[in-house]
């Protein structure tokens, strides 16, 4: 079977991984909610000891290979199976955040404040600069596609934003802020 796999063409072998894909599919339909559990948990154990194994050559070959995958079958979609694709992880993305911890919460923003400060220190001063310009021209689009309706309302909640961020700040921050 691995010898076939190694002979195979990049198109077979894709077709293979699909055929698979639809294989594993059908099977997990058929799955109780705890079987489905249970095989997401083995699958989770299954990848990690096999992820522990590979040096780093290896995780970036990995990595590459599943960016070039991935952006093949990007590449190959419709812009409406675009948009289903992006109105399903906005649902799916509703539905976690919706059900998090007030202490989860705080855990996912720590992360993410991490990971964003991780990743701001490793630019370079064009990058920042890149990432300046960027960001000011999509802002500017978004402003001039606002009505002054939305306008209006758009101050009104940071002005209601900076009153609740200034209430909460204890006396020395306020000095500090004032200083």
């Given amino acids: 079977m691995a010898a ?4 195979a063409t990049p198109e077979e072998a894709e077709r293979q991984r699909m055929l698979a894909r639809e294989r ?23 990848n990690a000891t096999r992820r522990a ?3 780093s050559e290896q995780v970036e070959h990995e990595r590459t290979v ?14 409406e199976e675009i948009e289903e694709q992006q109105e399903q992880t906005r649902e799916k993305v509703a539905a976690w955040r919706a059900a998090l911890t007030p202490e989860q919460v705080e855990h996912e923003c720590a992360v993410a404040r991490d990971r964003s400060a991780a990743r ?3 630019l370079t001063s064009e990058q ?13 689009a978004r402003r001039a596609a606002l009505t002054s309706e939305e306008i209006e309302e758009q101050q009104e ?9 200034r209430a909460a700040l204890t006396p020395e921050q306020v000095e500090h802020e004032c200083a």
């Fill in 4 to 7: 076939k796999r190694a002979q």
């Fill in 24 to 46: 594993s599919a059908a099977r997990r339909a058929a799955f109780t909610p705890e079987q489905a559990e249970r095989e997401r948990t083995l699958a989770r154990e299954r």
């Fill in 53 to 55: 194994a590979l040096t």
């Fill in 66 to 79: 599943a960016q070039e995958r991935s952006a093949a079958r990007r590449a190959a979609l419709t812009s």
């Fill in 120 to 122: 701001r220190a490793a």
């Fill in 128 to 140: 920042v600069e890149h990432e300046r310009t960027v960001a000011r021209d999509r802002n500017a």
């Fill in 157 to 165: 909640q940071t002005r209601e934003k900076v009153a609740a961020w």
